[in-house]
């Protein structure tokens, strides 16, 4: 891939960009599990103008770009990427409107905010994404959320998501243009959807009105389940494999059943309290991850003619 000549493009935004750019920029900070190599350009654009604009720049030069939100479900190569990396920083981007029944949030709203909104609004139906880190793009592209029978005695299998109460979608594309997006457009199905290649700029979300103190309840039941089944550990990518298709056994128990819990390369560990977690235990870096999601793989597949899937969103030269 050609190297970004990242001094001549700074130059080409100075008539126009208000943000923030920096060149050559350090990605591992930007990842929970504290993984992440060097970004030729790294911008945090103040709106969409700023973002419209840059894209289309981009689109000009054919420079590759991703955009990053809390750096949860990412793994980045610790290599040099010849990438731009956006990051929806800015006051702008972490904007929340609430009229009568719907709530508008924008794509850099953390989920921690969303909640804290939500507590302090008596706003129901969000509770039980306490505990996960990340922000609503993020979450929406990913279409996050829990298993219902990791919380409540059901019978049969089914899950709480993000997209469950969504009305629309305002989205970016690769040439810049904002687009709206009903909730089929987005394409959500478990653990995934048609957004990957869009930046997610807001979404609108119907709301049930409860009291606040019936929200900090639930949300701190949410919050005390998920940390008892899962690592205190911070440095971590969430959930590495998707739950098979069909309900039933999950990736976390066929792991476990492999007996690959604690199961180390090099300071990549499965955890030994949730065996679909993968801890950097202090210095691991991304190929003995790598390596590891393939060991589980390969030891899962064995067992028990499943093929795990990655959740997690992976970096790299061969992804870019």
């Known amino acids: 891939m050609k190297a970004i000549k990242a001094l001549d493009i700074i130059r080409e935004m100075e008539s126009f960009f208000k943000g923030i750019v920096q060149i050559n920029k350090s990605l591992c900070g930007y990842t929970s599990i504290k993984i992440g190599g060097i970004a030729a350009l790294f911008l945090e654009p103040q709106s ?88 609503v793009g993020g979450a929406l592209v990913m279409n996050a959320g829990v298993r219902n029978s990791l919380w409540a005695a059901r019978v049969e299998e089914s899950f709480l998501c993000v997209s469950d109460t969504l009305i629309e979608l305002e989205v970016m594309d690769g040439q810049g243009e904002i687009l709206k997006l009903t909730k089929s457009d987005a394409g959500f199905v478990y653990r995934g959807s048609k957004l990957n290649d869009l930046i997610v700029l807001g979404a609108s979300f119907k709301i049930k009105k409860s009291t606040i103190k019936n929200v900090a309840e639930l949300v701190k039941t949410f919050l005390k389940k998920r940390k008892m089944f899962q690592p205190k550990c911070s440095r971590s990518a969430g959930c590495v494999f998707k739950n098979p298709p069909g309900g039933g056994i999950s990736a976390g128990e066929l792991i476990e059943k492999s007996e690959l819990k604690g199961w180390r390369i090099g300071q990549a560990q499965v955890s030994e309290i949730h065996a679909n977690f993968i801890i950097n235990q202090g210095k691991a870096t991304f190929s003995q991850v790598c390596e590891l999601m393939d060991f589980v793989q390969s030891k899962v597949n064995q067992n028990f003619g499943v093929k795990l899937k990655p959740e997690i969103e992976i970096w790299n030269e061969q992804g870019l």
């Open 48 to 135: 969409n103008i700023d973002l419209g604009l840059v894209i289309q720049l981009f689109k000009l030069n054919n420079i590759p770009f991703r955009v990053i939100g809390n750096g949860t479900n990412l793994l980045i190569d610790d290599g040099r990427l010849e990438i731009a990396v956006i990051k929806l920083s800015s006051l702008f981007f972490k904007e929340i409107l609430l009229k009568e029944n719907v709530l508008y949030l924008r794509g850099g709203v953390t989920l921690a905010q969303l909640l804290n909104f939500s507590i302090k609004n008596g706003i129901s139906g969000f509770e039980f994404l306490a505990g996960i880190p990340g922000t």
